[in-house]
């Protein structure tokens, strides 16, 4: 069973970038695709991005396409999530998450790291 521990969230001014890290253990991190979401206030969750053991990526909204990328260090468990030319829309508590390529469902979360983007 994997647990997952994101860092590096932030406050930021609008035109400035973030890296997102997500840190997993206890499972065997090859078997999971790896996913940010986000999630702002009053708003539901949101697909972002995700990659797989391979390091095929799974596009989320056009919202963040061409500013946020998504890449994994297999060795180190971790996945990262690059995101630049930030928008005070990108406001939000990012999460982590992880699922089998045997399903659609996400069974493991972090806790959610928050990006906050000022204008």
């Known amino acids: 069973q994997a647990q997952l521990v994101e860092s590096g969230g932030g406050m930021v001014q609008a035109g400035g970038s973030l890296s997102l890290s997500c840190a997993a253990s206890?499972?065997?991190?090859?078997?999971?695709?790896m996913g940010w979401f986000r999630q702002a206030p009053g708003k539901e969750r949101e697909f972002v991005s995700a990659?797989?053991?391979?390091?095929?990526?799974?596009y989320g909204p056009d919202s963040v396409k061409g500013r946020f990328t998504i890449s994994r260090d297999n060795a180190k468990n971790t996945v990262i999530l690059q995101m630049n030319s930030l928008k005070p829309e990108d406001t939000a508590l990012y999460y982590c998450?992880?699922?089998?390529?045997?399903?659609?469902?996400?069974?493991?979360w972090g806790q959610g790291t928050q990006v906050t983007v000022t204008s």
């Open positions: 206890g499972g065997t991190f090859s078997n999971y695709i």
């Open positions: 990659i797989t053991w391979s390091g095929s990526i799974i």
């Open positions: 998450a992880a699922r089998t390529k045997y399903t659609t469902k996400y069974d493991y």
